[in-house]
């Protein structure tokens, strides 16, 4: 189901002002999809013309995002994937590789789907989706149990092998080059698959004192973890055969200026780290061009209660909060400015992605927002910047 042109004020674009705003946007909601009727909204992932949504209830749903016409469509006639047997739980988080979709689930497994006939534009509903791996897959769990030095202590009594997740896997992310997928869960670990064979390639225990909620690729490829510990790590991988042998990657710097727990992550092409907290505050981070150190260059404050959620869509910050809104923030060392507060849902707001549009003038960029919300809603939200 969709409800198209659902705006604040009737249908009319809205201007928003803050204390902390030098610019305006114009923005307007166009729409709402309304298929996880049931479930709230729990990851968003956008792909091309393609929109996939996960749900608290283990499914995976389809839109096409190409238009608001075909939107409507695909939405009435979208594909639907779930998890096996329909038991797999919150889809915590979801990453497109060529033509395979990863999901991350809160039943501590990570899902793998092949994405069959892969056709852009009205066609999209006729595409087909096959299960096809379940991480960590069998024959590496096999191969992992007989040998006694692959078993480590999860609990008090009870013990694993190292190539298991034994919480929810909150958090997805792949290298550059799309060979290996990095994920993060509540059990405190930091693994690396091999993503042609599925197989697990390490796993860095206690990576952090509690839950990490978050993980993000930098275009040098450092991965960043973010944790309910209130730190910030920073990871590298070895490219030092020799020490290879001992472990593939290592920690760079611990960051430990949140004075919460850390929910969300976000990286701009500008080295700017961007990481949300149970605060309700934005930490803007900075990293010299030389690889260096790490430092907090601001601090983006409006939201009055935790921030879950985080998104960069070219020059525009997107934040998600418990507050049930998404704020926008226009971004750079020397600049900070709320452009935009986005209300309408009737919860708090999950998750985030976007694309910049072809506004047809120079004078303005055009964005579209996708924010998924415990309403179980996702809303559709157009956004007009001044570039002058």
């Not at 013309?49 to 075909?70: C, H, I, M, P, Q």
């Not at 979709?101 to 990570?110: E, G, R, S, V």
């Not at 991480?135 to 202590?153: E, F, G, Y």
């Amino acid at each position: 189901m969709i409800r198209c042109h659902e705006t604040q004020e009737e249908g009319d674009w809205s201007h928003e002002d803050h204390q902390i705003s030098i610019s305006q946007a114009l923005h307007q909601c166009i729409a709402t999809l309304v298929g996880h009727t049931s479930s709230y909204i729990s990851s968003l992932t956008l792909a091309g013309k393609r929109l996939y949504t996960g749900s608290n209830d283990g499914v995976v749903r389809l839109w096409n995002a190409s238009t608001l016409e075909t939107l409507a469509e695909a939405t009435s006639n979208g594909d639907v994937i779930t998890g096996e047997r329909g038991d797999g739980g919150a889809v915590k988080s979801l990453v497109i590789l060529a033509d395979k979709l990863f999901t991350a689930h809160q039943d501590q497994k990570i899902r793998v789907w092949k994405i069959n006939d892969v056709v852009v534009g009205a066609e999209a509903s006729n595409k087909k989706y096959m299960h096809i791996a379940t991480m960590p897959t069998m024959s590496d769990r096999l191969a992992k149990c007989l040998m006694p030095n692959n078993q480590v202590q999860i609990r008090r009594h009870k013990k694993a092998s190292w190539v298991h997740h034994v919480d929810a896997v909150s958090g997805l992310a792949l290298s550059r080059d799309g060979t290996l997928l990095y994920s993060v869960s509540w059990d405190r670990t930091l693994k690396i698959w091999r993503t042609t064979d599925f197989k697990c390639l390490e796993s860095i225990t206690n990576a952090h004192d509690d839950a990490i909620n978050a993980v993000e690729l930098s275009e040098n490829g450092d991965i960043y973890t973010g944790s309910s510990d209130r730190k910030i790590k920073v990871w590298r991988k070895n490219l030092d055969e020799e020490k290879k042998k001992r472990k593939n990657h290592y920690l760079v710097a611990t960051l430990s200026d949140h004075d919460s727990g850390i929910n969300a992550l976000a990286l701009s092409s500008y080295n700017l780290l961007y990481s949300g907290g149970s605060d309700g505050s934005i930490l803007v981070w900075e990293r010299n061009d030389e690889g260096g150190d790490i430092a907090v260059i601001g601090v983006l404050r409006g939201h009055m209660e935790s921030v879950l959620c985080l998104a960069v869509v070219s020059d525009i910050v997107c934040s998600g909060s418990a507050d049930k809104t998404v704020r926008l923030w226009k971004c750079s060392s020397t600049d900070y400015s709320c452009l935009a507060v986005l209300e309408g849902h009737g919860g708090p707001v999950k998750c985030l992605t976007g694309a910049i549009r072809d506004s047809g003038t120079q004078s303005e960029a055009s964005y579209h927002i996708y924010s998924g919300g415990l309403d179980s809603q996702v809303k559709v939200w157009q956004i007009l910047v001044p570039t002058l």
